[in-house]
């Protein structure tokens, strides 16, 4: 299993920035995709953006060219660089991690954007 903790979250003004990290941690031999979720109150759980072990990046369309994704394999750590944050971005942001046997995911870290 993976253990997974994120942080970074916080309270931004719309067009501030934050950057969010999450370490990986447990019994695992390698991970494959690591990426990041997100969920606002009422919706579905989202795909915010996600990167491969061999550097692969798919982001949704809705943060193209504001949010960057990087990944650390030394340090089984993904990041998430977000910037011209908008109210529509305020969310819990989850982590996920797959190995090739399972899928784990970050408790989440809640991010506010104010107008």
């Known amino acids: 299993q993976v253990q997974l903790v994120e942080s970074g979250g916080g309270l931004v003004q719309a067009g501030g920035s934050l950057r969010l990290s999450c370490a990986a941690s447990?019994?695992?031999?390698?991970?494959?995709?690591m990426g990041w979720y997100r969920q606002a109150p009422g919706k579905q759980r989202e795909l915010v953006a996600t990167?491969?072990?061999?550097?692969?990046?798919l982001y949704a369309n809705s943060v193209k060219g504001r949010f960057t994704i990087s990944r650390d394999n030394a340090k089984n750590t993904v990041y998430l660089q977000m910037n011209s944050l908008k109210p529509e971005d305020t969310a819990v942001y989850y982590c996920?991690?797959?190995?090739?046997?399972?899928?784990?995911w970050g408790q989440g870290t809640q991010v506010t954007v104010s107008s």
């Open positions: 447990g019994s695992f031999f390698s991970l494959n995709a």
């Open positions: 990167k491969t072990n061999g550097g692969n990046s």
């Open positions: 996920k991690a797959d190995t090739i046997a399972r899928a784990d």
